[in-house]
């Protein structure tokens, strides 16, 4: 298949901006046009009214979604939705289930994202020690911008999510993208994800949660690779 007349959609993690996607946006995709596209910073959260909103404005023509943690149930809905212009799907540290406790979501959950988070756990749950202090302002900057109710209600949504609520997609090419240093996404969650689509394609990339800002270069090729592959 001849990709340059695709375009890759990139869909945003719980912050739900596409502004950590800027340094993804300016590498070679192997001639397709990539592009971010940033969620609704009101109104409902779940994934079908996020995937009822976002999929009349997808980009015209054929499709690859790139999703990456809290977007990836949702690239499983528009990729459902959008058929068959979506030609391939690209789960980054993802999942098709709540990753966590539930009994998260009696913490107090907006007055905790009211706040700054410190550098020491974005690196310890996110980036890793290496992360770049481009990378560490440009989260820290997102983290005070996005509203903390609906990052609570995004989390929340998180939560309740079950594997029911995510469709299979038989016959769509899907690669997984996971992070061997994931702290968010337990072992047992991403068991769950390669065994929800037995047919992916899994590539494991020793990174930290945030694989796209911190191993891009390592993020492409495996994408180019995998849609080269025949896909």
């Known amino acids: 298949m001849n990709w340059t007349d695709t375009t ?18 300016a590498l070679d995709w192997g001639g397709m046009q990539a592009v971010a ?9 779940d994934y079908e009214a996020l995937a009822k909103g976002l999929s009349s404005t997808l980009p015209p023509g054929d499709l690859v979604l790139l999703a990456e943690s809290f977007s990836t149930p ?14 391939a799907l690209v789960l980054v540290s993802g999942f098709c289930s709540s990753p966590q406790p539930g009994g998260i979501g009696w913490l107090p ?5 009211s706040l700054t988070p410190p550098v020491f756990l974005l690196k310890q749950f996110l980036t890793g020690e290496d992360a770049s202090p481009d990378l560490l302002a440009a989260l820290t900057n997102t983290a005070d911008r996005a509203p903390a109710a609906t990052l609570a209600e995004r ?19 899907v690669l997984l993208l996971q992070a061997r240093q994931d702290r968010v996404i337990p072992w ?17 990339i020793d990174g930290p949660h945030l694989l796209m800002q911190t191993r891009g270069q390592e993020c492409r090729e495996a994408v180019l690779g995998f849609l080269a592959g025949g896909h």
């Open 188 to 204: 047992d969650a991403q068991s769950q994800l390669e065994r929800h689509f037995p047919e992916a394609a899994c590539h494991w």
């Open 155 to 173: 989390v929340r949504v998180v939560l309740a999510l079950r594997e029911e609520d995510c469709p299979d997609l038989a016959g769509l090419p």
């Open 109 to 113: 959950l907006q007055p905790i994202f």
């Open 74 to 87: 949702l690239a499983m809905l528009l990729a459902a939705k959008a058929l068959p212009r979506v030609k």
């Open 37 to 45: 596209m940033a969620l609704p910073g009101h109104g409902a959260q």
């Open 8 to 25: 890759l959609v990139m869909l945003p993690g719980l912050h739900g901006t596409a502004r950590l996607y800027e340094p993804a946006l």
